[in-house]
């Protein structure tokens, strides 16, 4: 959820034996509006990219273009016993507020910067050691005033065959939701074996 412009932060080299997996979570104005952390994991950095409130609903997600890099949104980047993980949480009109639980004194949603379509990038290391800090499966990271759309984007085990072992005796990931279909929070939306 990075455009070229404003940086990249996976090698090839670092997803030999994974494959790289994303998914889309719409959050629309009925659901929960909370963001929890999918996974245990280090967060390293974060990104707070200004850019435009178009809706996010199916019909925007058809009829415009870089929907998701172009709206604002921020970016939770870092790593889990799999290897890279990024959590965005992109706004949408009349819901550009995205309250950050791991730093409240982000602000978002600033007239001045929405105005602004080629704002800087707002970039912040987490830890002096590259160590970032720690969160658990289950914490809340994010929060919505309404709705909007979470993309998480994970490195996991390659897909394949199901029945077919990788070679350290792993079956590759599996999504276990399907499309359209509504997940709620502590469901499981893949595994791996």
């Known amino acids: ?6 940086g ?3 090698s090839s080299a ?4 994974c ?3 994303y998914c889309v979570l719409y959050l629309g104005p009925g ?3 909370r963001v929890h952390s999918p996974v245990d994991w280090h967060i390293l950095s974060r990104r707070h990219i200004s850019g435009r409130l178009f809706p996010v609903n199916e019909r925007a997600t058809r009829t415009i273009g870089s929907l998701y890099t172009g709206n ?3 970016v939770l980047e870092g790593s889990w016993e799999k290897g890279f993980i990024a959590l965005v949480a992109v706004g949408a009109f009349n819901v550009g507020s995205i309250e950050l639980k791991v730093e409240p004194d982000l602000k978002t949603n600033l007239p001045k910067l929405l105005s602004a379509t080629s704002s800087p990038v707002n970039f912040k290391k987490y830890g002096d050691d590259d160590s970032g800090f720690f969160i658990r499966k289950g914490d809340e990271l994010a929060a919505f005033n309404l709705g909007s ?5 994970f490195q996991a085990p390659k897909s394949g065959e199901k029945k077919t072992l990788d070679k350290d005796g792993t079956r590759g990931f599996e999504f276990c939701v399907k499309q359209g279909q509504r997940v709620r929070m502590g469901q499981a939306i893949g595994r791996w074996e």
């Open 1 to 6: 959820m990075i455009s070229a412009d404003e």
């Open 8 to 10: 990249s932060s996976t």
């Open 14 to 17: 670092e997803l030999e034996g």
């Open 19 to 21: 494959d790289l997996f």
């Open 31 to 33: 659901d929960y509006h």
């Open 72 to 74: 604002e949104r921020v």
């Open 149 to 153: 759309t979470v993309v998480l984007v």
